[in-house]
């Protein structure tokens, strides 16, 4: 498949890789000179397939301003941005919109082992299976409207925002109390409390190798303010999320935005 891509940061990149190991022919455009691959973001929308995985609402009403695909494309839109964004550019634009936020991090974004939340009408769908099936260990259609997969990545990122903030201040608390929050983590990951983020955040926690980002901070900014925005439109009171977005906040506060999200166990050590 001929796809254009736009967005080459810790995501789009190694999923481009993936997506050229498995024969795909990619045209990837990134807004910075070092990372991109075609000269111009036009280059790059003017395939039959059209990828946007760029980081903010922002970022992608920039793109799409600057260059639409054409109307008997395909536009994807695999970042996360809320539904809102996704659901006025697929009522503005002619061409098919699928909506396909992804989740699982940079390692599985390397390996073709993503969750993938797709939306959209049947045949833009199919279009794009084998983009979609390249990419992921489950790319389950989760709505007939661009919009929906957004919808079910807010509840998948209110889980995760929630769930690392629960594993720092699980560790945070282990220290305080006189453990080695390594051990800690070791002992209760057999258990009743073993988590995702627990393994994955868990060991960079207690590492403290946070400048290796493989998840900003600043992302879970965005993210929890599009999680208790969604919650706050549907009059949700979210107070779980609203905490952890309270702590993300914090944390880009004391300037650990840049820094990898594991960082957000120094907000709960009192040191930052």
């Not at 599985?108 to 969750?115: H, I, K, S, V």
């Not at 868990?202 to 969604?230: C, N, Y």
């Not at 999320?241 to 906040?249: F, G, K, M, N, R």
């Amino acid at each position: 498949m001929e796809l254009g891509w736009i967005g080459l940061g810790a995501m789009g990149a190694p999923m481009v890789a993936c997506l050229e190991r498995a024969g795909h022919a990619v045209l990837a455009f990134d807004a910075d000179p070092s990372r991109t691959r075609v000269a111009s973001v036009a280059e790059a929308a003017g395939a039959p397939v059209v990828v946007v995985m760029v980081a903010t609402p922002d970022q992608l009403d920039a793109v799409l301003e600057a260059a639409a695909p054409a109307d008997d494309a395909v536009l994807v839109v695999m970042s996360t941005v809320g539904p809102a964004p996704v659901q006025a550019w697929a009522e503005r634009l002619p061409c098919a919109v699928v909506d396909a936020p992804v989740s699982g991090g940079v390692a599985r974004a390397e390996a073709g082992d993503l969750l993938i939340m797709v939306a959209g009408e049947e045949d833009a769908v199919a279009r794009v299976r084998p983009l979609l099936d390249a990419l992921a260990r489950s790319a389950p259609v989760v709505g007939a409207q661009p919009g929906d997969g957004q919808k079910v990545k807010l509840v998948n990122q209110l889980l995760c925002g929630v769930h690392i903030a629960a594993a720092a201040e699980a560790l945070a608390f282990a220290e305080a109390l006189g453990l080695e929050a390594a051990a800690v983590r070791d002992v209760v990951r057999e258990g009743a409390a073993a988590s995702f983020m627990l393994d994955d955040r868990g060991e960079r926690m207690v590492e403290g190798d946070f400048d290796a980002v493989k998840s900003a901070l600043d992302i879970f900014v965005k993210d929890m303010g599009l999680v208790t925005d969604a919650a706050r439109g549907a009059t949700y009171p979210a107070p779980l999320a609203s905490a952890a977005e309270q702590l993300y906040l914090a944390g880009r506060r004391a300037g650990l935005g840049h820094l990898d999200d594991a960082s957000l166990i120094e907000v709960l050590r009192g040191d930052r």
